[in-house]
């Protein structure tokens, strides 16, 4: 510990922060480390070097070290704990292969607009490292002891030396004499300025320790509420109606203005935390006091018109929310958990946002045999399937509303309606007054209707009723929670309708997933690596020259390296040959290659890859969210199918 605490004396890492971080991929100083312990030769670094420089992927040299056996993980440790360490926490990071030089360039960019945020907490944030993989670096690596803070570790002669207020400031913890010094739980143990703090208030014979930046605030919040008795508590506790009421409009209102397509408010065991999803991510945005959760709820329940006074079993409700001339449109389910009532509030979309067929995202081929094939036949179910959250319901609106004319008419069963279109007739489930789907859909055929809208194929009841009134020259469309396209054929089949009506009744199954875009502000070329081509399905002959996209991070992305969303698809037109192969109750690998090979089916998979070899989305996103279920076509022939230039 002494070493490491020289070098912190030495040097001041924010004040030469971009200098070492810009350098610190050269210098390579673990390595330096090694060599000097005995444990690497010159050579050997020199070949790793060479090894390193042809490679095309992310990967670090200290990992090419391991790789070629010439030192072990355990090797590495022992070095760095013997050595003195004057590498800034970034580059640390970047030479143990836990982030890249570009996260780093990205952390640096984002650390000049916000000079307060510290560099450890900043790198959390971002999710670029798990906070346990931090806590690794800084422990386990550097040798600081780890410290899971509690009150009853605090002496209260130690932590009266100084104010809470400091110690919050600078994020640090002290518990209690240990030999001639102090041990003092650092958040970041390598900040120059922290560390100092602590020294002015203990002197120079710090026991530097580590523990993780929540559990520091929560230890230092508990004690202040123990050690300044009842009045602090009180005010706590007293969370005043006024407060509530202006946290969740200033909540839903931060929810609407970040583009959130969900609200996560989660009680845990010593806070509140809220995450938003934002572009199909969950992301944090802010930890209240527990004592705001019962409040916070009860305006919910309020609002939503569920039961503020039942707390043992899951509810659900609908808010209209109007402030200061933002409209927001949600959908509420409250869950029961240990620590409380789980609230996630989905945003649902406005009649304004509705998008026209053709801005779908729609390869241009695909968009044609949909338009032809399966909404402008004259009758058949029309079925868009995906998993939740992956845009199906938008897409069904979006084909009700090409459909929409005054020659037509369309109604619906929905649960709840979420676009309201004009000139049609939506009807909402309401399961409380016996509006259920079973009941509606026993009404709907006596309207006299052109085209029945089903908000979805939940059971066996409503596949049934879809393909009765397509049998009786009705044009349906519906939604269904599968895989792919050839999974909506096998499904209906497990819920035991008879395979010739399914055979004869579906016009088209239009299978879709959301994948993130990558921002256009930070884009940089992505060479696919062999092991990467390997992922997707494809050899290297097969993938020369493939190159995606993807996103550096920069202010306009929230450092994430994506802005917005994008629809990947997968139709499916039945024709006679897979009409046949569902009739003989063929295997789903037998279904999709008959329909690969004689529809022209392209898969969500090579849809995926051509959009990201358009520069669209990255390969992550695309490894992240489409199903693999056959190799992949050449990327000239997916193309080719598609109509893409």
Excluded: W
């Excluded at 207020?165 to 640090?172: A, P």
């Excluded at 004319?405 to 979420?418: G, K, L, N, R, W």
């Amino acid at each position: 510990m002494a070493k490491v605490r020289v070098e912190l004396e030495k040097e001041n890492p924010a004040e030469k922060t971009g200098r070492q971080h810009v350098s610190s991929g050269k210098r390579n100083e673990i390595s330096k480390l090694l060599i000097k312990s005995g444990m690497l030769t010159e050579e050997q670094l020199r070949y790793a070097q060479r090894v390193h420089a042809k490679l095309t992927s992310q990967r670090s040299l200290l990992s090419i070290l391991e790789e070629l056996q010439y030192v072990t993980k355990e090797q590495v440790q022992d070095a760095l704990r013997a050595g003195t360490v004057a590498v800034p926490l970034g580059s640390l990071l970047v030479e143990l292969g836990y982030i890249s030089e570009a996260d780093l360039a990205m952390l640096l960019d984002s650390q000049k607009e916000h000079r307060s945020a510290k560099f450890g907490q900043l790198v959390v944030d971002l999710n670029l490292i798990d906070e346990n993989d931090l806590l690794k670096v800084l422990s386990y690596q550097l040798g600081f002891p780890y410290i899971e803070p509690a009150v009853a570790q605090i002496e209260p002669k130690v932590i009266e030396r100084g104010k809470v207020e400091v110690y919050l400031e600078h994020r640090f913890l002290p518990l209690h004499q240990e030999g001639d010094g102090v041990l003092v739980a650092f958040a970041d143990p390598l900040n120059y300025d922290n560390v100092q703090a602590a020294r002015k208030i203990f002197g120079e014979s710090l026991v530097i320790g580590i523990g993780r930046d929540k559990a520091i605030i929560e230890a230092l919040n508990r004690y202040e509420t123990k050690g300044r008795g009842v009045d602090r508590q009180a005010k706590k506790v007293e969370a005043s109606d006024n407060a509530v009421v202006a946290a969740v409009n200033a909540l839903l209102l931060e929810a609407h203005k970040q583009n959130a397509s969900d609200v996560h408010i989660e009680p845990m065991k010593d806070r509140l935390q809220i995450r938003f999803r934002r572009d199909g991510v969950l992301v944090p945005y802010k930890d209240f006091p527990i004592d705001m959760a019962p409040g916070m709820t009860s305006r919910i329940k309020i609002m939503a018109g569920a039961d503020i006074a039942e707390r043992r079993r899951h509810q659900d409700g609908r808010i209209y929310f109007e402030e200061q001339g933002v409209q927001v449109d949600l959908r509420v389910s409250i869950y029961v958990t240990i620590y409380g009532e789980k609230i996630v509030l989905r945003l649902l979309g406005r009649q304004g946002e509705l998008r026209a067929i053709d801005e779908l995202g729609l390869a241009p081929r695909i968009l044609l045999r949909f338009r032809e094939e399966a909404l402008d036949a004259p009758s058949g179910v029309i079925i868009i399937t995906g998993p939740t959250g992956s845009g199906k319901t938008s897409t069904l609106y979006s084909a009700v509303n090409h459909l929409n004319s005054p020659s037509c008419s369309i109604i619906t069963a929905e649960d709840p309606v979420e676009y309201v279109i004009e000139g049609i007739s939506q009807c909402s489930i309401n399961p409380k007054i016996n509006v259920t789907f079973e009941e509606t859909l026993k009404h709907i055929v006596r309207q006299d209707p052109d085209i029945i809208v089903i908000g979805e194929i939940r059971d066996r009841f409503s596949a049934e009723m879809a393909i009765e009134a397509a049998l009786t020259g009705h044009k349906v469309l519906t939604t269904f929670h599968t895989e792919d396209s050839t999974g909506a054929l096998l499904r209906l089949l497990d819920m035991q309708i008879e395979a010739f009506l399914i055979a004869s009744t579906v016009a088209g199954i239009l299978a879709q997933r959301l994948v993130r875009r990558v921002c256009p502000d930070c884009a940089e070329e992505h060479p696919l690596t062999p092991d990467e081509l390997r992922r997707l399905g494809y050899g290297l002959k097969e993938g020369a020259g493939l190159n995606f996209k993807k996103g550096r991070g920069c202010r306009k992305c929230r450092y994430s390296g994506y802005k917005g969303r994008l629809a990947i698809h997968e139709l499916l037109i039945p024709g006679e040959m897979v009409k046949d192969a569902v009739i003989a109750r063929k295997t789903s690998h037998e279904i999709r290659k008959i329909n690969s090979q004689t529809t022209g089916l392209v898969t969500l998979l090579e849809d995926g890859i051509c959009k990201a070899s358009q520069g669209l989305t990255s390969f992550n996103e695309v490894i992240r969210q489409l199903p693999r279920l056959d190799r992949p076509r050449p990327l000239v022939e997916v193309k080719r199918m598609l109509g893409v230039h």
